[in-house]
Protein backbone atom coordinates (compact mmCIF):
# COMPACT_ATOMS: atom_id res chain seq x y z
CA UNK A 1 0.00 0.00 0.00
CA UNK A 2 0.99 3.64 -0.87
CA UNK A 3 2.08 6.24 1.84
CA UNK A 4 3.62 9.84 1.34
CA UNK A 5 5.34 11.74 3.86
CA UNK A 6 6.58 15.10 4.01
CA UNK A 7 9.31 16.22 5.95
CA UNK A 8 10.54 20.05 6.27
CA UNK A 9 10.89 22.93 8.65
CA UNK A 10 7.80 23.90 10.47
CA UNK A 11 8.95 27.28 10.77
CA UNK A 12 10.91 29.46 8.57
CA UNK A 13 12.00 33.10 8.39
CA UNK A 14 10.25 35.47 5.55
CA UNK A 15 12.57 35.95 2.27
CA UNK A 16 14.28 32.27 3.09
CA UNK A 17 14.04 29.21 1.19
CA UNK A 18 11.19 26.32 1.92
CA UNK A 19 12.68 23.13 0.95
CA UNK A 20 9.63 20.14 1.69
CA UNK A 21 10.23 16.37 0.91
CA UNK A 22 7.84 13.50 0.00
CA UNK A 23 9.46 10.46 0.46
CA UNK A 24 7.19 7.62 -0.82
CA UNK A 25 6.88 3.71 0.33
CA UNK A 26 5.14 0.96 -1.22
CA UNK A 27 5.33 2.35 -5.02
CA UNK A 28 8.54 3.71 -6.86
CA UNK A 29 8.68 6.83 -8.80
CA UNK A 30 10.94 6.10 -11.28
CA UNK A 31 9.36 5.01 -14.37
CA UNK A 32 5.64 5.18 -12.62
CA UNK A 33 3.00 6.23 -14.89
CA UNK A 34 1.85 8.81 -12.39
CA UNK A 35 2.89 12.39 -11.80
CA UNK A 36 3.93 13.55 -8.30
CA UNK A 37 2.25 16.51 -7.14
CA UNK A 38 2.37 19.43 -4.14
CA UNK A 39 -0.53 21.13 -2.99
CA UNK A 40 -1.38 23.71 0.11
CA UNK A 41 -4.17 24.70 2.39
CA UNK A 42 -3.65 28.03 4.55
CA UNK A 43 -5.34 27.42 7.50
CA UNK A 44 -9.05 27.42 7.14
CA UNK A 45 -9.13 28.32 3.70
CA UNK A 46 -9.14 25.97 0.74
CA UNK A 47 -7.03 23.66 -1.43
CA UNK A 48 -4.34 25.46 -3.98
CA UNK A 49 -2.53 23.30 -6.45
CA UNK A 50 1.40 24.32 -6.32
CA UNK A 51 2.75 22.05 -8.71
CA UNK A 52 3.62 18.71 -10.11
CA UNK A 53 6.29 16.51 -11.56
CA UNK A 54 6.15 13.31 -14.14
CA UNK A 55 7.93 10.02 -13.68
CA UNK A 56 10.65 11.85 -16.34
CA UNK A 57 10.96 15.01 -14.68
CA UNK A 58 8.84 17.51 -16.85
CA UNK A 59 7.10 19.98 -14.30
CA UNK A 60 4.14 21.86 -13.96
CA UNK A 61 3.79 25.03 -11.61
CA UNK A 62 1.11 27.09 -10.77
CA UNK A 63 1.66 30.32 -12.50
CA UNK A 64 1.58 32.45 -9.23
CA UNK A 65 4.28 30.57 -7.82
CA UNK A 66 6.04 29.84 -11.16
CA UNK A 67 8.99 31.99 -10.82
CA UNK A 68 9.93 30.88 -7.06
CA UNK A 69 8.95 27.26 -7.78
CA UNK A 70 11.03 24.51 -8.21
CA UNK A 71 9.87 20.82 -8.11
CA UNK A 72 12.31 17.77 -8.30
CA UNK A 73 12.75 13.97 -8.19
CA UNK A 74 15.11 11.93 -6.40
CA UNK A 75 14.06 8.67 -7.74
CA UNK A 76 17.49 7.05 -5.82
CA UNK A 77 15.55 7.78 -2.60
CA UNK A 78 12.36 7.47 -3.81
CA UNK A 79 11.61 10.86 -2.97
CA UNK A 80 10.10 14.21 -4.42
CA UNK A 81 11.13 17.66 -3.12
CA UNK A 82 9.90 21.48 -3.64
CA UNK A 83 11.69 24.24 -3.27
CA UNK A 84 10.08 27.81 -2.71
CA UNK A 85 12.17 30.75 -2.78
CA UNK A 86 11.45 34.38 -1.20
CA UNK A 87 8.81 33.04 1.19
CA UNK A 88 6.60 35.42 2.76
CA UNK A 89 3.56 35.04 5.57
CA UNK A 90 1.45 35.07 2.31
CA UNK A 91 3.03 31.01 2.01
CA UNK A 92 2.30 29.83 5.48
CA UNK A 93 -0.03 26.90 5.03
CA UNK A 94 -0.07 22.87 5.55
CA UNK A 95 1.80 21.65 2.78
CA UNK A 96 0.50 17.95 0.89
CA UNK A 97 2.29 16.02 -1.32
CA UNK A 98 0.40 13.66 -3.53
CA UNK A 99 0.16 11.32 -6.05
CA UNK A 100 -1.08 12.23 -9.43
CA UNK A 101 -3.26 9.74 -11.08
CA UNK A 102 -3.68 10.60 -14.81
CA UNK A 103 -1.49 13.58 -14.77
CA UNK A 104 -4.77 14.85 -12.86
CA UNK A 105 -6.49 14.32 -10.11
CA UNK A 106 -4.76 13.35 -6.26
CA UNK A 107 -5.61 9.70 -5.25
CA UNK A 108 -3.43 9.09 -2.28
CA UNK A 109 -2.35 12.22 -0.16
CA UNK A 110 0.46 12.34 2.86
CA UNK A 111 -0.51 13.68 5.80
CA UNK A 112 0.20 16.97 5.33
CA UNK A 113 3.33 19.50 7.59
CA UNK A 114 2.19 22.78 8.29
CA UNK A 115 4.84 25.25 7.32
CA UNK A 116 4.79 28.66 9.49
CA UNK A 117 6.93 31.88 7.83
CA UNK A 118 7.08 34.38 10.49
CA UNK A 119 10.12 36.40 11.83
CA UNK B 1 -7.73 30.22 -14.54
CA UNK B 2 -10.74 28.60 -14.16
CA UNK B 3 -12.67 29.21 -11.06
CA UNK B 4 -14.29 26.86 -9.56
CA UNK B 5 -17.65 28.20 -7.11
CA UNK B 6 -19.30 25.84 -4.83
CA UNK B 7 -22.59 25.97 -3.58
CA UNK B 8 -23.95 26.05 -0.64
CA UNK B 9 -21.11 27.27 1.42
CA UNK B 10 -22.48 25.58 4.10
CA UNK B 11 -24.96 22.80 4.60
CA UNK B 12 -26.63 22.12 7.56
CA UNK B 13 -28.30 18.19 6.97
CA UNK B 14 -29.96 15.45 8.86
CA UNK B 15 -28.85 11.69 8.79
CA UNK B 16 -30.20 10.36 6.26
CA UNK B 17 -31.21 13.16 3.92
CA UNK B 18 -29.84 13.15 0.33
CA UNK B 19 -27.93 16.30 -0.18
CA UNK B 20 -26.16 18.12 -3.44
CA UNK B 21 -23.57 20.44 -3.53
CA UNK B 22 -22.53 22.44 -6.44
CA UNK B 23 -19.62 23.24 -8.35
CA UNK B 24 -19.58 25.70 -11.15
CA UNK B 25 -16.96 26.77 -13.28
CA UNK B 26 -15.95 30.13 -15.04
CA UNK B 27 -15.90 28.20 -18.20
CA UNK B 28 -17.02 24.65 -19.61
CA UNK B 29 -14.74 21.86 -17.90
CA UNK B 30 -16.21 19.21 -20.07
CA UNK B 31 -16.47 16.66 -17.26
CA UNK B 32 -12.46 17.12 -15.70
CA UNK B 33 -13.42 17.44 -12.01
CA UNK B 34 -12.77 15.20 -9.30
CA UNK B 35 -14.16 15.73 -5.84
CA UNK B 36 -12.46 15.36 -2.51
CA UNK B 37 -14.11 14.84 1.29
CA UNK B 38 -11.33 16.57 4.02
CA UNK B 39 -12.31 15.84 7.55
CA UNK B 40 -10.80 18.29 10.64
CA UNK B 41 -7.08 17.59 10.72
CA UNK B 42 -6.88 15.27 8.08
CA UNK B 43 -5.71 15.39 4.01
CA UNK B 44 -7.97 15.38 1.77
CA UNK B 45 -9.56 12.01 0.66
CA UNK B 46 -10.36 11.41 -3.46
CA UNK B 47 -13.81 10.80 -4.00
CA UNK B 48 -14.01 10.57 -8.01
CA UNK B 49 -12.99 11.61 -10.71
CA UNK B 50 -14.12 12.36 -14.61
CA UNK B 51 -17.32 13.71 -12.85
CA UNK B 52 -18.96 10.13 -11.64
CA UNK B 53 -16.14 7.87 -11.80
CA UNK B 54 -16.45 6.72 -8.23
CA UNK B 55 -13.03 5.62 -6.39
CA UNK B 56 -13.02 1.74 -5.28
CA UNK B 57 -14.08 1.80 -1.54
CA UNK B 58 -16.49 5.24 -1.61
CA UNK B 59 -19.39 3.81 -0.68
CA UNK B 60 -22.34 3.62 -2.84
CA UNK B 61 -24.26 6.86 -1.48
CA UNK B 62 -21.88 9.20 -3.44
CA UNK B 63 -22.34 9.78 -7.02
CA UNK B 64 -21.51 12.83 -9.43
CA UNK B 65 -22.51 14.12 -12.17
CA UNK B 66 -22.90 17.20 -14.80
CA UNK B 67 -20.60 18.22 -17.59
CA UNK B 68 -19.33 21.82 -19.04
CA UNK B 69 -19.76 24.34 -16.36
CA UNK B 70 -21.99 23.06 -13.64
CA UNK B 71 -20.55 19.43 -12.04
CA UNK B 72 -22.73 18.05 -9.13
CA UNK B 73 -22.45 15.58 -6.26
CA UNK B 74 -25.24 13.83 -3.96
CA UNK B 75 -25.02 11.95 -1.32
CA UNK B 76 -28.12 9.53 -0.80
CA UNK B 77 -29.11 8.70 3.07
CA UNK B 78 -25.88 11.23 4.57
CA UNK B 79 -24.37 8.92 7.09
CA UNK B 80 -22.47 10.42 10.52
CA UNK B 81 -19.04 9.52 8.81
CA UNK B 82 -20.08 11.70 5.95
CA UNK B 83 -20.30 14.92 7.83
CA UNK B 84 -17.26 17.02 6.18
CA UNK B 85 -16.07 19.62 3.77
CA UNK B 86 -16.17 18.92 0.45
CA UNK B 87 -13.95 20.40 -2.58
CA UNK B 88 -14.15 20.14 -6.23
CA UNK B 89 -11.16 20.60 -8.60
CA UNK B 90 -10.96 20.99 -12.32
CA UNK B 91 -8.57 19.55 -14.30
CA UNK B 92 -9.72 20.86 -17.75
CA UNK B 93 -6.77 22.79 -18.10
CA UNK B 94 -3.61 24.06 -16.12
CA UNK B 95 -3.64 25.56 -13.13
CA UNK B 96 -5.80 22.70 -12.05
CA UNK B 97 -8.10 25.11 -9.61
CA UNK B 98 -10.21 23.96 -6.46
CA UNK B 99 -13.70 25.17 -4.98
CA UNK B 100 -13.70 26.87 -1.99
CA UNK B 101 -15.50 23.69 -0.22
CA UNK B 102 -18.81 23.03 1.44
CA UNK B 103 -18.99 22.36 4.89
CA UNK B 104 -22.05 19.44 5.39
CA UNK B 105 -22.84 19.73 9.06
CA UNK B 106 -25.44 18.03 11.68
CA UNK B 107 -28.43 20.40 11.49
Known amino acids: QIELQESGPGLIKPSETLSLTCTVSGDSIRGSNYYWGWLRQPPGMPLEWVGSVSSSGSTYYTPSLDSRLIISLDTSRNQFSLKLTSVSAADTAIYYCARVRGANWFDTWGQGTLVTVSS | DIHMTQSPSTLSASVGDRVTITCRASQSVDRWVAWYQQKPGKAPKLLMH???DVEGGVPSRFSGGGSGTQLTLTINSLQPDDFAIYYCQQYSSYPWTFGQGTKVDIK
Open chain 2, 50 to 52: DAS
